[in-house]
C-alpha cells in the first residue's frame, strides 16, 4: 500500500466509514508507515540496497595508503629498482649452511604450525558462516509420556480417561530467509578474516626467515670477535713474556709487567662474555628450528661471517605493499570490520523467516505411523526490534568507529613498513662504507703493534705506547667484525623489510648443498654430510628433529594482490 493510497484513505467521508472505520484506518496505518519510513530513510537507500546486490550496509573498498614515490637513497647505485624476486632471498649470501637452517626452520618451525592451525580455524569460522544461509534450525524430535488428569476438577465429568498415554515424532525446521544481506555480509567477514589468517601465516614465514638468517650471521660476527679476541691474548701474551724478560734483566721496573698483566686480563675477559653471546644465539637458533636446545657448534663448524653483495634490487615503494604480509594482513582486518556494519544495519529491519513442523501423535503406538497421526504446521513469521534503535544504531556506530579505527592502523602499519625498509637501506649501505674505513684502520693498527712491540723490545720506546696500540686494536678488530656482519644484517633487513620470504610457500626451496657427492676438496669446513638417498632434501643439522609437518601443504594459496570489494 502507497503512502498516496495512505493519504487517500486519511479524507474518507466519516458519515459513511464511521468512528468505528476511522480507528481501524489508524490502527492498520501506524505499522505500515513504520514500514515504509525504515525502507526509505533507514541508514541503507532503496538504491544503494539494489546495487549492494540486495545487502545492507557498505561496500568494503581499500583506504589510500600513504606510500612514497621513491626512496630516499634511491641515486645511490647499489639499490637497484628493478622489481626484485625475494623467494629466495638469503641465498644471495652463497652459504650452503644458512640454506640448510632456513629449510629445516621451514620444515620443524613450531610457531609456524600454530599459525597454520589458525588458517584452519578461519576456514571452519567461514564454512560455519556459510552454512547459515541455510535453515539455521533443524530439529528431529520423538518422545512418549505417560499422563494422568485430576478428576477433582472443575468440569471433570468431561474428561473421558484419567490415564493415558502419548507417542510423538516429528522434525521442526526454522529458516530466516537473507532478505537484507545480514548473513551474507557475515560471510565477507569471515573471508576476509580468513585472508588475514593467511597472510599471518605468511608474515610469520617471512618472521621466521629473517630470524634464522639475522641469528646465523649474529653468530658468525661473535665467533669473528671471539677469534680476533684470542689472536690478541696471544700476541698480548708474547709482550707480557717480552716485560718479564726485560725485568728479570733489570733494564725495566716491575709497573711494565703489571701494566701488561692487566691488558691482558681485560682481553682476556671479554672471551667468555663472547662464549655466553655465541651459547645464546645457537640456543636461539634450535628455537627456531624447533628443537630443544643443544651445541650446534660442532655442525655449524668454523665458516666466516656471509658476505652480503654490495648492491640490493629493492623496487619501487609501492610494490612493497603488494608484497608485505603484514601490511595485506592489517587491510583485510578492516574488509572484515566493514562487513560487520552491514551486519549491525541488518538489525534495524525486521528478520523474515519460514517455521514449519511436521510429526505424528497417538496414543497407542500401533497407530502412531498411520496417516490420521500426521500433525504439522508451516508459515512466514517475521521478528522485529522495534523498540532498541537506540540500542542498534549505536551498535552500528560502533562497527563503524572499529572499521575507521582499523582503516588507521593500516595506513600506520603502510607507515610503519617504509620506515623499517628505509632504515634498512641507510644501515646497509652506511655499513659498508663503515667496514672500508675499519678495514683500514685494522690494517695499520696491526701494523703499529708490530712496530711497538719491536721498538719496546730493542728498548727504544716505552711500554705505554705498546699497550695503547694493543688496546686499540682489540677495539678496532671487535669494531671491524661488528661493522662485516653489520652489512650482512642490513641487507637481511632489507628483504625482510620488503616482504620477502612467503614466497616460499607458494615456490619449492632451493636445493641444499648435496656435499654426499662432492669431492673431499671442495667440501666445506665441517659440513655435514647428508644420507646418499637424502634427494636433495632438506639436511637435518641435530638428531631427533620434528618430522615436516603436512599443515602448510593445506594453507590455501592467496593471490599476490588480497581480493578487494567494491568501493561502491
Known sequence: ????????????????????????????????????????????????????????????????????????????????????????????????????????????????????????????????????????????????????????????????????????????????????????????????????????????????????????????????????????????????????????????????????????AQTQAQIPQLRIRIRQATNRLCILLGMPPEDLLPLLGNQPIPVAPSDAIVGIPAEMLLRRPDVRRAERIAASQCAQIGVAVSQLYPHIGVTGTIGVASEQFNTLFQSQSLVGSVGPSFQWNVLNYGRLINNIRLQDARFQELVVRYQQQVLLAGEEAENAMVSFLQSQEQAQYLNTSVVAAEKAVRIAVVQYRAGTTDFNRVALVQQNLVQQQDQLAQSRGNISLGLIQVYRALGGGWQLRLSPLPPVMDVANLPADQLPPNAIAPPANNGGQPVPIAPNTIAQPTEPESIPTPPPQPPVRSSQ
Request: proline share 4%; net charge negative.
Open 1 to 264: 500500500m502507497s503512502v498516496d493510497r495512505l493519504s487517500q484513505l486519511n479524507r474518507l467521508p466519516t458519515a459513511k466509514a464511521g468512528a468505528k472505520s476511522a480507528a481501524a484506518v489508524r490502527w492498520y496505518r501506524a505499522p505500515i508507515l513504520l514500514l515504509c519510513t525504515i525502507l526509505l530513510s533507514g541508514c541503507t537507500t532503496f538504491r544503494e540496497y539494489v546495487h549492494n546486490g540486495f545487502k545492507v550496509g557498505p561496500n568494503y573498498g581499500r583506504a589510500p595508503a600513504p606510500v612514497a614515490t621513491d626512496w630516499i637513497d634511491s641515486t645511490d647505485v647499489r639499490l637497484r629498482p628493478e622489481t626484485p624476486d625475494l623467494a629466495h632471498w638469503w641465498t644471495v649470501f652463497n652459504d650452503p649452511i644458512l640454506n640448510t637452517l632456513v629449510a629445516e626452520a621451514y620444515s620443524q618451525n613450531l610457531t609456524l604450525r600454530e599459525a597454520g592451525f589458525r588458517v584452519l580455524q578461519a576456514r571452519a569460522t567461514l564454512a560455519i558462516a556459510q552454512g547459515m544461509l541455510f535453515p539455521q534450525q533443524q530439529d528431529a524430535f520423538g518422545g512418549y509420556s505417560r499422563n494422568a488428569i485430576s478428576q477433582s476438577v472443575a468440569n471433570s465429568s468431561f474428561i473421558p480417561t484419567k490415564f493415558f498415554d502419548q507417542y510423538d515424532a516429528g522434525f521442526n525446521l526454522a529458516w530466516e530467509i537473507d532478505f537484507w544481506g545480514r548473513f551474507r555480509r557475515a560471510i565477507e567477514s569471515a573471508e576476509a578474516d580468513l585472508d588475514a589468517s593467511v597472510e599471518n601465516y605468511d608474515d610469520v614465514i617471512v618472521t621466521l626467515v629473517g630470524d634464522v638468517a639475522t641469528t646465523y650471521v649474529q653468530m658468525r660476527t661473535l665467533s669473528q670477535q671471539l677469534a680476533y679476541t684470542q689472536e690478541n691474548v696471544v700476541l698480548q701474551q708474547q709482550t707480557l713474556d717480552i716485560a718479564n724478560a726485560r725485568f728479570k734483566g733489570g733494564t725495566t721496573s716491575e709497573l711494565d709487567v703489571d701494566q701488561s698483566v692487566s691488558t691482558l
